[in-house]
């Protein structure tokens, strides 16, 4: 199985430029706890993920101004991503190894294209001991978790 097999097809994303009050408004509506940030609105190229995480950690507790506060102050960048042709259980290591619960799927221009969550993984995989494996190195103490 593939990460196109899974994935969500164009998933919503935000640009360095959103406000974090738009951002979270958005994670809320869409039920999420990260989001891909993407360069502009007009390029889909990749360039990190803002969770829900990081607006509490890099805005709220540090009493910035949601409305004049943009998503490039909570971001992180350089996301660990997947290729949509990647085969699933190396899209599970690399989530395990990274101890991410989102991944986005990028093409060969970087673009983005959908992502894969955990609860695909869990729900798709192959293997029930693959996906366990990588739900528990996910979720093993210290990592860098996304929403």
Request: a negative charge.
């Amino acid at each position: 199985m593939k990460a196109q097999d899974i994935m969500a097809k164009d998933p919503r994303c935000v640009t360095p430029r959103t406000s974090i009050q738009e951002a979270a408004s958005l994670m809320k509506s869409e039920d999420v706890g990260a989001l891909p940030v993407v360069e502009s609105e007009s390029s889909k190229r990749l360039v990190g993920m803002v969770t829900d995480r990081d607006i509490a950690i890099r805005v709220v507790a540090d009493g910035r101004d949601l409305r004049s506060t943009t998503v490039s102050d909570a971001m992180s960048k350089g996301a660990a991503t997947a290729k949509a042709e990647d085969d699933l259980d190396d899209v599970m290591k690399v989530m395990g190894r990274e101890q991410v619960r989102r991944i986005p799927i990028v093409d060969g221009r970087d673009e983005l294209v959908g992502i894969v969550s955990q609860a695909d993984v869990v729900r798709k995989a192959s293997s029930d001991r693959k996906a366990e494996n990588t739900v528990e190195r996910i979720s093993e103490p210290g990592g860098r978790h996304q929403g």
